[in-house]
């Protein structure tokens, strides 16, 4: 019976790839995650008493504890999801974007590498360490500038987006160095259920829900691309099934948007589907406020390779998606309460206290 270890799992992305794993192949999963303020066991809960998910409350960093995990589990893959990934939390505070993002995975590649070294000759030929990384390694796009591939120079200016792009280049180097059988994915903003509500969308929707300002960092016109969460953990397993080892893959929606758009198509969803909202339009709530440092003015991915390469395309339209992940936060207004606890309720502060309005 094939195992797979997921790191990260108990977060937005690791979380949705969970389900959809084991709903697919039916396999059994080991779910590593420290469970820090984005990891909620709440997000597995559909999980709970399933012995295909295995869940240990630990640290990547921890070497010991995840060689013990390999020896004892055998997995045939990893999904290395496992990161601090917000970038004004890197901006208030790098250190742990240091600790968990470079040293983290510096360590799991180094206890991945001892345990793949031990295994016999057709299950290490079978093995795969996928590395679940940013396009934000690859800096920031003026209008007219082509969308990112996967040879863009590297160019991170968050220290999120430059603790993404060291382990990228340290997953490179035990590829090239050890021949540990890496692939790397880049992939561009998710949206969907279970994201924590401190990013764009979801923070949006929940305060429009309750009638709180929505927060437009500088002129709104930084532009993302869009990439539904069921989407990017669809490619996931298509670079798992049929990505060659050594290769990156960028994955992205081809949905790009400025922030405006989006808040803007957040409010209109919010309109039609809870009317009984403290404030209608919802549009009313924007407020612009003071910017990011370093805000990357855009981001655009090509996606063409693992298209051409691999077969896959996104299913989920930005209109259908955004459609998806408003209902989903309507109909589950107690996930939001409890994850809105005190650590969520003291970020805000941090976030937005200083944030004179502009
Ligand atoms: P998230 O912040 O929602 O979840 C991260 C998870 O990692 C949490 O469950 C957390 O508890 C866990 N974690 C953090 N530090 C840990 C540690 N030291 N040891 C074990 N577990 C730890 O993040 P996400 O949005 O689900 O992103 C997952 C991955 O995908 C990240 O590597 C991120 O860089 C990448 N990514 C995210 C996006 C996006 O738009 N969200 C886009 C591209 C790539
Ligand atoms: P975010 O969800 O933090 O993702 P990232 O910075 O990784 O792309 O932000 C998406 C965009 O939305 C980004 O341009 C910053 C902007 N933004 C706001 O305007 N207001 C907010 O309150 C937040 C959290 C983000």
């Known amino acids: 019976m094939s195992v797979m270890l997921v790191t990260g799992g108990a977060g937005f992305i690791g979380s949705n790839f969970i389900r959809s794993w084991i709903a697919e192949t039916g396999q059994a999963i080991v779910n590593l995650d420290k469970l820090t303020y984005a990891g909620n066991l709440e997000n597995l809960q559909g999980l709970r008493n399933d012995p295909r998910h295995n869940f240990v409350k630990g640290d990547i960093a921890d070497r010991e504890l995840v060689g013990k995990l390999l020896s004892r589990y055998q997995p045939d893959a990893i999904v290395h999801f496992a990161a601090e990934s917000h970038v004004d939390r890197s901006i208030?505070?790098?250190?742990?974007?240091?600790?968990?993002?470079?040293?983290?995975?510096?360590?799991?590649?180094?206890?991945t590498r001892a345990y793949w070294e031990s295994l016999a000759t057709d299950k290490k030929g079978k093995f795969r360490f996928l590395h679940v990384s940013t396009d934000e390694v690859y800096g920031s796009l003026e209008a007219e500038d082509e969308p990112f591939t996967e040879s863009t120079p590297y160019a991170p200016n968050s220290p999120y987006a430059a603790s993404k792009a060291a382990s990228d280049h340290l997953v490179r180097s035990y590829y090239s160095t050890y021949g540990l059988p890496t692939i790397?994915?880049?992939?561009?903003?998710?949206?969907?259920?279970?994201?924590?509500?401190?990013?764009?969308?979801?923070?949006?929707i929940v305060n429009a829900i309750k009638g709180k300002s929505l927060p437009i960092y500088g002129d709104g016109l930084n532009v993302r691309d869009w990439l539904?969460?069921?989407?990017?953990?669809?490619?996931?397993?298509?670079?798992?099934?049929?990505?060659?080892?050594?290769?990156?893959?960028?994955?992205?929606?081809?949905?790009?948007?400025?922030?405006?758009?989006?808040?803007?198509?957040?409010?209109?969803?919010?309109?039609?589907l809870h009317p009984d909202s403290p404030v209608i339009p919802h549009a009313k709530l924007i407020k612009f406020v003071k910017d990011r440092s370093g805000h990357d003015r855009r981001y655009a991915i090509d996606a063409s390779k693992v298209k051409r390469d691999l077969g896959w395309v996104p299913q989920q339209s930005f209109?259908?998606?955004?459609?998806?992940?408003?209902?989903?936060?309507?109909d589950h207004l107690d996930w939001v309460a409890q994850v809105q606890s005190g650590e969520y309720r003291k970020w805000i502060d941090i976030n937005y206290g200083g944030r004179q309005l502009i």
């Open 319 to 330: 209109a259908d998606g955004i459609r998806e992940t408003v209902k989903w936060y309507l």
């Open 92 to 111: 208030l505070g790098p250190e742990d974007f240091i600790t968990t993002n470079i040293i983290g995975t510096f360590r799991m590649l180094e206890a």
């Open 184 to 204: 790397t994915t880049n992939c561009s903003n998710n949206y969907g259920p279970y994201q924590f509500p401190e990013k764009l969308i979801p923070l949006v």
């Open 228 to 272: 539904y969460v069921a989407d990017h953990c669809s490619a996931i397993r298509t670079v798992l099934a049929r990505g060659r080892v050594g290769e990156t893959y960028n994955i992205g929606g081809d949905s790009e948007k400025n922030n405006l758009e989006v808040v803007h198509t957040v409010c209109a969803v919010l309109d039609e």
